[in-house]
């Protein structure tokens, strides 16, 4: 399902949500200089951090990103995950008192992670978001899984529900979706290698941790990876607005399924429509012709759920 015309999703400022375990905080520039790559180890457990100090050196990437996380609850998440190495945190020197902050703290201490309090100025400065919570961390980048990892059923036998993202560009949409997206049970992600927003740090802030538990994969070539899928056994679905048939009539059962989301606008490419199994679009009853493809996401996600359940 795409868009409205000329609508956006939010450019990643999203909120801090409710999840699980402790409180979180999130990745920047801003101190002194980090540490060299390579571990969570940790000389003190909270140093500050003068004028002059500088954020950790960036490596450049080809592949998913997400070594910059802004924001408590996806920091929190990505120290509750212990997914990939935390090489360091900032948190703002001017921060109230709050039961997150002592959380990310905790949980940093437990990893041997630095935690370095730093200027407010020097913090958002690094920031690119634009409401980073006083929290940065700079971490490993996210590992990139491969299709047929992606194909591996789940804890108790469960069929993979896949996300196939066609050419989503706008960071806030991306988080947003991911976020709704794990929430749903998804087991795992698709997203273009070429021409789309990867993990960016609005995308890391606006999915609130989720992709901290969310398998990721790129690929050259969505139709492509669409086949491989098929051939795997693997129900595609795709979400349009122009569809006759509506999220209702889904029935998917437990077996594996993928659903498809075009670009913010154009929607669906033709030849990515042209593969999948099926085409559907979610019931519009308002005035109003279309929805933000992260909410049109989340709907469907939530739906292809109920179907799976049902």
Do not use: Y
Not at 170 to 191: H, Q
Not at 246 to 263: I, K, M, P, Q, S
Not at 276 to 293: F, H, K, W
């Amino acid at each position: 399902m795409s868009p409205a015309k000329g609508s956006k999703g939010p450019k990643g400022r999203g909120g801090q949500g409710a999840g699980r375990g402790r409180g979180g905080s999130g990745a920047g520039r801003g101190g002194g200089r980090g540490p060299k790559p390579g571990g969570n180890r940790a000389p003190k457990a909270m140093s500050s951090v003068g004028g002059h100090g500088r954020a950790p050196r960036r490596t450049a990437t080809q592949g998913l990103g997400g070594e910059q996380v802004e924001g408590r609850q996806a920091v929190r998440e990505l120290l509750l995950a212990n997914r990939r190495a935390t090489r360091e945190i900032w948190l703002a020197s001017d921060l109230d008192p709050a039961p997150v902050l002592d959380d990310i703290r905790e949980l940093a201490a437990e990893a041997r992670v630095v935690v370095k309090e730093v200027g407010r100025g020097k913090l958002e400065a690094a920031a690119r978001t634009d409401a980073p919570q006083g929290v940065l961390a700079f971490a490993r980048p996210l590992p990139e899984a491969s299709l047929d990892d992606l194909l591996t059923k789940g804890r108790g036998g469960t069929a993979p529900f896949l996300l196939l993202s066609d050419g989503i560009t706008d960071p806030g949409n991306l988080g947003a979706l991911l976020r709704s997206a794990e929430c749903a049970g998804v087991t795992g992600v698709v997203l273009p290698r070429h021409r789309a927003v990867h993990v960016t740090p609005a995308v890391t802030k606006a999915a609130a941790g989720a992709i901290e538990h969310l398998p990721m994969a790129l690929v050259g070539g969505m139709p492509t990876a669409i086949r491989e899928l098929q051939k795997a056994g693997v129900q595609v679905v795709g979400l349009d607005e122009r569809a006759s048939r509506t999220v209702w009539d889904l029935r998917v059962g437990r077996d594996a399924v993928a659903l498809v989301l075009g670009a913010e606008g154009p929607g669906l490419s033709r030849l990515v429509k042209d593969r999948c199994d099926e085409v559907v679009r979610i019931p519009m009853d308002g005035r109003l012709a279309s929805l933000n493809v992260a909410t049109a996401g989340a709907l469907a996600c939530f739906e292809v759920a109920r179907a799976r359940h049902g």
